[in-house]
């Protein structure tokens, strides 16, 4: 194994860790890849996050070839997908944090609460229609939920996120729950006022000049 391959390995290993150290994930339900060569690292199925070592990283090609000592997460269709639908995106955060779960229970998406919003791309994140984890139907409601976005909710389940890097995915993660906490604490006094597509779009424009978002949210 190659030092770059064992890096992004060891990588998928230390945010699986830190998301459900930092609450952000419970047990073995979140999952996490990383783009490499002609498809991807992801986490493995049912495998606590502290059993991990680097060869247990399952690698899964585009074509849905799997290869490694245990399966790959049951998720691995939506985040092949996502690859491939979106060439600039590298890494991918799937969770099933509390206040993000709450929303999509409701299949509510989060709305433009807080300028924050504008580091997911758009005025709104959307919640993709409910379907069986590890379905080509989740995968494809996903996909779409996802279009000029870097995060959506999955109804009935729990959150994406997309990176140019897995630092900048699980970065998205954890501001995700964070706005969709700010939103769920807000409707306990009413409707809450939003800032307008304009408003946002201003942040955007702001934002991509200190790299923290991607060329394609301008």
């Known amino acids: 194994m190659d030092d770059p391959t064992l890096k992004k390995r060891q990588a998928i290993i230390d945010h699986c860790l830190l998301m459900n150290s930092s609450g952000l994930n419970q047990g073995t339900s979140g999952n996490i890849s990383i783009r490499h060569d002609d498809g991807m690292l992801i986490s493995p199925t049912s495998i606590p996050y502290s059993d991990l070592t680097p060869d247990k990283i399952a ?3 585009l074509d849905g070839r799997a290869e490694g000592p245990i399966a790959p997460s049951s998720e691995w269709r ?3 997908d ?3 639908a979106r060439p600039e995106v590298n890494a991918i955060v799937h969770a099933h944090p509390t206040y993000c779960t709450v929303l999509a229970i409701h299949g509510r998406e989060i709305p433009s609460v807080h300028y924050m919003m504008a ?3 758009g005025p709104n994140v959307r919640c993709a229609p409910y379907a069986i984890y590890g379905s080509q ?4 409601h996903a996909v779409t939920a ?7 909710l999955l109804e009935h389940h729990g959150s994406i996120a997309l990176g140019r890097d897995i630092a900048q995915a699980y970065w998205r993660a954890e501001e995700l729950e964070t ?7 807000a409707l306990m006094l009413g409707d809450p006022p939003l800032l307008s ?4 779009q201003d942040v955007i424009d702001k934002i991509a000049d200190y790299g923290l978002s991607d060329e394609d949210t301008k």
């Open 146 to 152: 996802l279009e000029d976005r870097h995060a959506c």
């Open 197 to 200: 597509n304009r408003q946002i």
């Open 137 to 140: 139907d989740l995968s494809d």
């Open 82 to 84: 996502v690859f491939v």
């Open 179 to 185: 706005l969709a906490r700010q939103y769920h604490g």
């Open 119 to 121: 580091i997911f791309g």
């Open 59 to 61: 690698s899964v090609h």
């Open 78 to 80: 939506f985040h092949r």
